[in-house]
């Protein structure tokens, strides 16, 4: 028998990957999209033309609660992938109050379509920005969850609804409290893709330097397709719960900035200038995640590591930018 799944943010970075995983495993796939085209210069086309075109296409807003609930109760879906979601992500509380609703409303709508199908499963990507400012290193499951943004309160509101209708409706649902993970998929306004993207152009002549923030904040950095792996393992195989899904190691933007000129050969000191105007009102405190609970009831592991990930990353938009070059000269 198929498994049919539906997904969310299937435009986005993981629901792309995870899109492409659920296909290759033989699944019926369903995917809610935005109701505008994908633009023909939207540097995501190429590959997500291929994907958009072997699944089945609901168009939503995911503010729009209802469409969303029908849309769950026509596709009947055996499983929910619920990655969709504002993309810019606010540092602190200032954030608009369009991000909770639409983060709230989509999920409890999802979930309440479900409420009468027991063996279907649904997953919430959870954020890391739950926990906010951590009383103690490396997070897990059972840490206090203190967010400082608006994103990380709605995301927690979320989270604690899926746990609310796991316990009373016996809803299968979980959240994966993802740390941050990165691709060449990427979207180009988040600083690893700022970085891999900018220093690539300097390679190539096109523009002097990159200027950057806090050179020494630290993340959590996993590998993108590494944890669709792990949000596909919970949903399928490990009883419904939260699950922290991290790498368990810290990498500073000096790091990825150091590891990305080595890749393409240039001079840290003279392509990065520090900027003031790029450091966060509010810096991040250091997120670092457990995943041994997810380790031990799946067997997930991250593969890929943070230099192969930043060489895999730089390699890919060095290409991009060589390709747009070339499509300007002709």
């Known amino acids: 028998m198929t498994v049919r799944a539906l997904v969310t943010g299937v435009t986005g970075q993981d629901g792309s990957y995870l899109a492409e995983l659920l296909l290759s495993k033989g699944y019926e796939v369903h995917c809610v999209l935005r109701p505008q085209p994908l633009a023909a210069h939207d540097w995501r086309s190429g590959y ?13 807003d995911l503010g729009d609660a209802p ?20 993309t810019r992500v606010d540092s602190n509380l200032s954030g608009r109050a369009v ?28 954020s890391s920005e739950m926990f906010g400012s951590p009383t103690a290193s490396p997070q897990s499951e059972t840490s206090a ?60 002549g096109l523009q002097e330097n990159v200027h950057l923030g806090n050179l020494e904040a630290r993340r959590d950095w996993g590998y993108a397709p590494d944890y669709v792996e792990a949000i596909w393992r919970i949903t399928t195989g490990a009883p419904p719960d939260d699950y922290v899904v991290a790498t368990g190691r810290t990498h500073s933007a000096r790091d990825l900035v150091s590891a990305v000129c080595s890749v ?21 405190i250091t997120l670092c995640g457990d995943a041994s609970r997810l380790s031990s009831v799946t067997g997930w592991k991250p593969r890929k590591s943070f230099a192969d990930m930043v060489e895999e990353m730089t390699v890919a938009d060095l290409e991009l930018e060589k390709t747009h070059v070339a499509a300007t000269r002709h």
């Open 264 to 284: 393409l050969g240039l001079d840290m000191d003279r392509c990065v200038v520090q900027d003031s105007a790029f450091f966060r009102p509010v810096e991040a």
């Open 67 to 86: 469409a969303l609930y029908r849309i769950c109760r026509d596709c009947s879906p055996d499983e929910v992938y619920h990655l969709g979601g504002p």
């Open 145 to 204: 969850r203190n967010p400082r943004s608006l994103y990380g309160f709605a995301k927690l509101a979320a989270a604690d609804l899926v746990a609310l209708q796991r316990h009373r409706f016996g809803v299968q649902a979980s959240t994966g409290i993802l740390y941050n993970h990165e691709s060449p998929r990427r979207e180009p306004f988040f600083l690893s893709r700022k970085v891999t993207r900018g220093l690539a152009r300097v390679s190539l």
């Open 48 to 60: 997500l033309r291929d994907i958009l075109g072997r699944v089945r296409l609901h168009y939503a």
């Open 99 to 126: 991000t909770f609703q639409t983060i709230f409303g989509s999920t409890k709508a999802l979930l309440e379509a479900m409420q009468d199908r027991p063996a279907a499963r649904f997953f919430l990507a959870g």
